[in-house]
């Protein structure tokens, strides 16, 4: 049963970092692309970032660029958003997912499995 479980999220003030970490079961990342997104009240779902598996390229959203880093532990079967000076418009739920294909795609409905989300608030 493939499964994806995200964790790290909370609240942070402007200017502060999290690392989200998306745990994968039941298939081996090896194998899998894992895309990060992102859905805020009152906004449209959004890519933030995305890892391959067949060269480990990366890519991101142009708000996040210089401040996101996108990560792969093969060996944990996890991957890892490491997110730093954080601003009030990052505050969103994130959510890792995986289309079961080894290239990203920007496509979100190429995403077939999605986990539950973690909530990142971001506020003095």
């Known amino acids: 049963q493939v499964q994806l479980v995200e964790s790290g999220g909370g609240l942070v003030q402007p200017g502060g970092s999290l690392r989200l970490s998306c745990a994968a079961s039941?298939?081996?990342?090896?194998?899998?692309?894992i895309g990060w997104f992102r859905h805020a009240p009152g906004k449209e779902r959004e890519g933030v970032s995305c890892?391959?598996?067949?060269?480990?390229?990366?890519s991101y959203i142009d708000s996040v660029k210089g401040r996101f880093t996108i990560s792969r532990d093969n060996a944990k079967n996890t991957v890892y958003l490491q997110m730093n000076s954080l601003k009030p418009e990052d505050a969103a739920g994130y959510f890792c997912?995986?289309?079961?294909?080894?290239?990203?795609?920007?496509?979100?409905?190429?995403?077939?499995?999605w986990g539950q989300g973690t909530h990142v608030v971001v506020s003095s």
């Open positions: 039941g298939f081996t990342l090896d194998y899998h692309a």
């Open positions: 997912a995986t289309g079961g294909t080894t290239a990203c795609s920007e496509d979100v409905y190429d995403y077939d499995y």
């Open positions: 890892i391959s598996s067949n060269d480990g390229s990366t």
